[in-house]
Structure formats: structure tokens, C-alpha cells
């Protein structure tokens, strides 16, 4: 079993829906969680974290963790089609040399 | 600022041929990764380096080999390049301190197609 899985998708919605990615993990020990943007042919960039439990909010972007399910979330409101990517999800534990493992990716496109 | 830059980007091999790729980064990183990306298989890690002179084996190590000599540079080496090693390899860093978060930064990727 994957420490981390992820729906690989491809998932596509109408411009303006709101979109949700999520990922599940197994080992309780992840305290960061990160989402990664990945354009194609291009290197994953971050687009968000937080440490812990709770939500966080960036403009059309929130990502949620729920601990006791070891679930995430990442939604975008008012999707655009310049949100078409590939979205990682990534978590770390709470040491600095901790690695940093990486879910498989979902493929997402906004239709105009 | 450059950020991550690797080298190549593009490089085809013939089955056994070696080669090594280079990644400098310009932010006085301490932690430093190879990973590769496959279809349906995310990033995977290969080896890191937690600072200069440093390396360690990640999660698919097999036919690679690192060194970080210097503090900005880490070298992926293919010491006999085989068809499973077509991939594109990232390289990335990241500050060894909790204070700026865990952002990673990678680089645009390096194109490797073993024939």
C-alpha cells in the first residue's frame, strides 16, 4: 500500500465550477501537507500548505486536512482554465529531515 | 535568481551508456533531491542529500549513483543507462528550516529516453 494515494483523474469541469481534489494517507506521522501545480512539461510549484489539522485559504484556493480520517483536500472556487494542471498532493513529518512523499497526481481541466 | 537549474534538459542514450545530470540551485539550500516521474506513479524519490557532502538512498536508488561535493550542486549519475531508467528527472531543494515552511522548489526537469 501507497503511503500516500491519489485519484490520477483525469478530471475535467466547466470554467466556474468548483473543483475538489483529495488524497489519503496511512502513516500518522505526516504533520505538513502540501499541494503542488504542475504544468505540463514544466516542474511542480507550490501552491499551498499547512501544518496540522484545519482549513487554509489563499484567494480561489482552500485546502483542508482532517487528521483523524488522514484525508485532504484542495478545492478551487471559480475555476479558470488557466487551472488546468496536474495537482500534487505531498506531506512531510514534523523533522526537518524528514522526506517529503508525493501522492501520483490528478489531472485536471477547466472547459471554457 | 535562478533558482533550481538542471542540465541537460534533453538527452537520449543508447542501453549502457553513462551519463550524469547536474542540478545547481542559488538559494544556500541545505537539503537537496533526485526524483523521477513516471506515468501514473507521481514522483518518486531516488536519492537526497541533507547538506554538503551528504547524500542518501530514497524510495528507487537502483542504477543511480549522487554526490554533493559542493553545497549548491547534486549529481545524478546513470553508470550503465537501462530502457527502465527513461524518465523525466526533477531536481529540487528546500530550506532545512521549519521557520520557512517545507517549500520545495524544483527545477524544469531533465528529459531522459534510454534506447
Known amino acids: 500500500q501507497k503511503e500516500v494515494e491519489q485519484d490520477p483523474g483525469p478530471l475535467s469541469v466547466p470554467e466556474g465550477a468548483i473543483v475538489s481534489l483529495n488524497c489519503t494517507y496511512s502513516?500518522?506521522?505526516?504533520?505538513?501537507f502540501m499541494w503542488y501545480r504542475q504544468y505540463s512539461r514544466k516542474g511542480p510549484e507550490l501552491l499551498m500548505y499547512?501544518?496540522?489539522?484545519g482549513n487554509k485559504e489563499d484567494g480561489r484556493f482552500t485546502a483542508q486536512v482532517d487528521k483523524s480520517s488522514k484525508y485532504i483536500s484542495l478545492f478551487i472556487r471559480d475555476s479558470q482554465p488557466s487551472d488546468s494542471a496536474t495537482y500534487l498532493c505531498?506531506?512531510?513529518?514534523?523533522?526537518?529531515?524528514?522526506?517529503?512523499?508525493f501522492g501520483s497526481g490528478t489531472r485536471l481541466s477547466i472547459r471554457p | 535568481n535562478a533558482g533550481v537549474t538542471q542540465t541537460p534538459k534533453f538527452r537520449v542514450l543508447k542501453t549502457g551508456q553513462s551519463m550524469t545530470l547536474l542540478c545547481a540551485q542559488d538559494?544556500?539550500?541545505?537539503?537537496m533531491y533526485w526524483y523521477r516521474q513516471d506515468p501514473g506513479m507521481g514522483l518518486r524519490l531516488i536519492h537526497y542529500s541533507v547538506g554538503e557532502g551528504t547524500t542518501a538512498k530514497g524510495e528507487v536508488p537502483d542504477g543511480y549513483n549522487v554526490s554533493r561535493l559542493k553545497k549548491q550542486n547534486f549529481l545524478l549519475g546513470l553508470e550503465s543507462a537501462a530502457p527502465s531508467q527513461t524518465s523525466v528527472y526533477f531536481c529540487?531543494?528546500?530550506?532545512?528550516?521549519?521557520?520557512?515552511?517545507?517549500?520545495?522548489?524544483f527545477g524544469e526537469g531533465s528529459w531522459l529516453t534510454v534506447v
Open positions: 505531498a506531506m512531510s513529518g514534523q523533522s526537518s529531515a524528514s522526506k517529503i512523499i
Open positions: 499547512t501544518y496540522s489539522s
Open positions: 538559494m544556500n539550500h541545505e537539503y
Open positions: 529540487a531543494s528546500r530550506s532545512g528550516s521549519w521557520k520557512t515552511g517545507n517549500t520545495i522548489y
Open positions: 502513516n500518522s506521522a505526516f504533520q505538513y
